[in-house]
């Protein structure tokens, strides 16, 4: 029996294995993005990830995309695009959906 050709979609690594194609170029997307605010922002990966609580590692995995990132993970990473793109659309749904939050993010020195 013959085997079918692949289809090539985007060369990524993904570590989980359930994640669509579909998926892995939304998250490949949102994490070039997530990169752009976190560098504009002028901040390494290390220092975002102590601002929430995260490990570099995590970071890393968001912005190459093979790492599903919460829609709550998400709305606080907005935290950073308020201040580099307020007119970025997620900025008043972070606003909005935050609001009630008793969760501050640290201070960054």
Known sequence: MARRARKEGPKMSSNDPDMSPAEQQFYAR???EL???REAAGLSQQAV???YEWNRDAVSKFERGVRRMSLF???RFMDLMRE???AHPAVPL???MLSWRK???KAVD
């Open 49 to 51: 990830a102590d601002l």
């Open 35 to 37: 990169r752009q605010v």
């Open 73 to 75: 993970d998400y709305l």
């Open 84 to 86: 580099q793109l307020p």
């Open 30 to 32: 949102l994490g070039a």
């Open 103 to 105: 969760f501050k993010p």
């Open 94 to 96: 972070a606003d909005h």
